[in-house]
């Protein structure tokens, strides 16, 4: 059973940068994706990045603000948020997919393994 712990989540103002950090308990390869719950809303595909460097996937609402990345030696994985929004205000979480797709960069949460316990950004206008 893998375990994801994140970090790094916090209050800024609109227009600041927050980095989220997601460390997997075990040293291994996964496809890796940031999903958000906003207050009263669904669960949604943020970011993902696939388990071999190079191939990922962004939400239309965060392209050309959030960079998703890893550091397989370190077996870490961030998702750097520049240009923050009031709506960008949620619970983000860290999932990891087991998969042999080496590019695969899926949003469906269903396909999701496990999950990290989530942290919240809150940012203010």
């Known amino acids: 059973q893998v375990q994801l712990v994140e970090s790094g989540g916090g209050l800024m103002q609109a227009g600041g940068s927050l980095r989220l950090s997601c460390a997997p308990s075990?040293?291994?390869?996964?496809?890796i994706g940031w999903f958000r719950q906003p207050p009263g809303k669904e669960r949604e595909s943020v970011a993902v990045?696939?388990?071999?460097?190079?191939?990922?996937r962004y939400a239309d609402s965060v392209k050309g603000r959030f960079t998703i990345s890893r550091d397989n030696a370190k077996n870490t994985m961030s998702l750097q948020m520049n240009s923050l929004k009031p709506e960008d205000t949620a619970v983000y979480y860290c999932?990891?997919?087991?998969?042999?797709?080496?590019?695969?960069?899926?949003?469906?949460?269903?396909?999701?393994?496990?999950w990290g316990q989530g942290t919240q950004v809150t940012v203010s206008s």
């Open positions: 990045i696939s388990k071999s460097v190079g191939s990922t």
């Open positions: 999932a990891a997919r087991t998969t042999s797709n080496s590019h695969s960069v899926s949003t469906a949460q269903w396909q999701y393994d496990y």
């Open positions: 075990e040293r291994t390869s996964y496809e």
